[in-house]
């Protein structure tokens, strides 16, 4: 049992690894490279929803990310390595500095001074044309490089997707089953309980918000040499939406509902290019349907067809 | 004489909610072996004064010192990590966890070293070593094995109320503070959390502060009891001159409670 488990592993990984490589198809690797991006921004929000305060800022922190890499390498002549480091450095200090604010609310008061903070950073994008080239952006990123070898072709960068997708996934995982996620837990429902036991409750909060804009931030460094472009309205709210949609869509409860919920939302605006309008309303039809019926998700679904309840 | 020891000291402790005195200038202290009670009729300020001990509402004025330590304007958490330890007065359980990792939740909270469980494995492995040794240990003194491996949340009420307690032990407490133990509870539960208390006051060495509507109970059980009315000290002693105290009388006159 176990060495098939780990067969299968090796198989997912393989073919993870191999598919662009075998189809040679440009666009269906640029969606596969977008379904990787994405699924880390969602777990990055799937850290935050596990203690039940969800981020409109999770777009600008990752704009943050972006501009401040792509900012290091053109204005500071970083190389790529720094300036992708600097990405998530500065996507998890920026958390790290309005997370004692911030944290201190709950529930809508939460998502509406996130919300506030998220505009705040595409008004700055946008309005301080001088440093951030505003409402075009910056054009012209480097692309990312390796020992001086820079990277053009696309297979590369879907495995580069792929690798931080993996790192971030088999991380919240190890964290979830730790006794850090035990707490992480009883944040969202059971705060005094574990506060009167001497957890200190703000203290993790504030470890688990960093973490998230830390990932956040690594995804936007990723998008800036990828894109090799950065505008304002890249990172603008309606991407912690999305975000919420995968989460909400593939089960907010494992890492790997929200790989599937990722994997089914993130190609449809591809699918969807002659209809974009129908796509905000699916998104709400979704919202919907699988917070009324199916609160777990995906996952949940599969679980309840397997009849079990654990991972 | 020896003086005896102070545990828990009260110094002109105030809490006003706007221009509402809920709490006016009590001070008290609490002695080291000691199980001591607090009561009142309703809305006489017991819960204001137990939540401004745990650090759960902050005081207006007044100072709060715990063995000689001050603890006044801590968060609970930081109560918590001195020792001293909150029961709740419904059942406060993780619901979805068993009875077992409840208590080793309980013992884990407190003593959770986290960047150096990532980075000492050998301390991790001790670690949980330890918790499960010691949550063994708490879960038979509380005489909750035969349940250990049920469902938290599946619990009866009783027994639930006996998982909080087992859950406070299991933090290490140097003073348990517990807010009405017997809520909820049938007379028969209740005369078994009166024995309880009785059992970690005598045989773990844990101090209690108990607040409590039990009367029958508290005058069982406690060494000591404060009488509170109307956000004021009404009388402190022991538990046979409280019972005859006619200011007592008098403040619980209409409430229907037999004092004897």
Aim: hydrophobic letters at 50%.
């Amino acid at each position: 049992m176990k060495t098939w488990r780990y067969l299968l592993w090796i198989a997912l990984a393989i073919a993870l690894i191999g598919w662009p490589f075998v189809l040679g198809n440009k666009f269906v690797t640029h969606i596969g490279t977008l379904i990787c991006m994405f699924t880390l921004m969602a777990l990055s929000m799937n850290l935050l929803l596990r203690i039940g305060q969800l981020s409109l800022a999770q777009g600008a922190i990752m704009g943050l990310g972006a501009y401040g890499s792509a900012l290091a390498m053109m204005s500071f002549g970083f190389p790529f390595w720094a300036g992708f480091l600097l990405s998530g450095v500065v996507g998890g200090l920026v958390s790290l500095l309005i997370g004692p604010v911030v944290l201190k609310l709950r529930g809508v008061y939460f998502v509406l001074l996130t919300f506030a903070f998220g505009e705040i950073v595409i008004l700055s994008f946008t309005e301080w044309v001088d440093v951030f080239g505003g409402v075009n952006g910056i054009f012209g990123v480097p692309r990312a490089s390796f020992f001086g070898h820079v990277i053009r072709d696309r297979n590369v960068y879907y495995l580069m997707a792929l690798a931080m997708a993996a790192g971030g996934y088999f991380l919240l995982r190890a964290i979830y089953r730790s006794e850090f996620g035990a707490i992480m837990d009883t944040l969202h429902d059971h705060e005094e309980l574990a506060r009167s036991l001497g957890v200190d409750a703000m203290a993790y909060r504030l470890a688990v918000f960093s973490l998230s804009g830390t990932i956040a931030g690594f995804a936007g460094g990723f998008y800036a040499s990828y894109f090799t472009f950065v505008t304002p309205m890249a990172f603008d709210f309606s991407n912690a939406v999305n975000l919420v949609v995968i989460n909400v869509l593939g089960g907010i409860s494992s890492p790997m509902g929200i790989v599937l919920g990722a994997l089914i939302l993130v190609p449809l605006p591809e699918l969807l290019r002659d209809a974009v309008e129908y796509q905000v309303l699916l998104y709400g039809l979704v919202l919907i349907i699988f917070l009324k019926f199916m609160p777990e998700g995906i996952v949940g679904l599969i679980h309840k067809l397997r009849g079990k309840s654990d991972d | 004489m020896t003086e005896p020891e102070m545990a828990i000291d009260v110094v002109g402790a105030s809490k006003f909610f706007g221009g509402l005195r809920a709490i006016g200038n009590v001070s008290f202290s609490t002695h080291r072996g000691e199980i001591f009670g607090i009561i009142g009729p309703n809305g006489a300020g017991k819960s204001t004064l137990f939540n401004l001990i745990t650090g759960t509402l902050p005081m207006t004025s007044g100072r709060i010192r715990y063995r000689g330590t001050d603890i006044t304007g801590l968060g609970p958490h930081a109560v918590a990590t001195k020792g001293i330890v909150r029961t709740f007065q419904s059942a406060t359980v993780f619901p979805n966890k068993t009875l077992e990792e409840n208590v080793r939740l309980g013992f884990l909270f407190g003593r959770l070293n986290v960047p150096r469980r990532f980075a000492d494995r050998a301390h991790l492995r001790r670690s949980r070593e330890e918790a499960q040794e010691r949550t063994g240990e708490v879960v038979e003194f509380c005489g909750l094995t035969e349940a250990r491996h049920r469902i938290a949340g599946d619990l009866a009420y009783g027994l639930q109320k006996t998982l909080g307690v087992a859950m406070a032990l299991a933090a290490g407490p140097t003073q348990l503070l517990m807010d009405e133990p017997a809520a909820g509870l049938n007379p028969v539960e209740t005369r078994a959390m009166g024995d309880l208390i009785l059992r970690i006051r005598n045989e773990r060495a844990i101090d209690v502060v108990l607040v409590e509507h039990d009367i029958a109970m508290v005058t069982r059980i406690c060494d000591r009891i404060l009488v509170i009315n109307r956000g004021e000290l009404l009388a402190i002693d022991l538990p046979e001159v409280i019972r005859n105290n006619p200011d007592v009388i008098e403040a619980y006159l209409g409430a229907d409670i037999d004092l004897h």
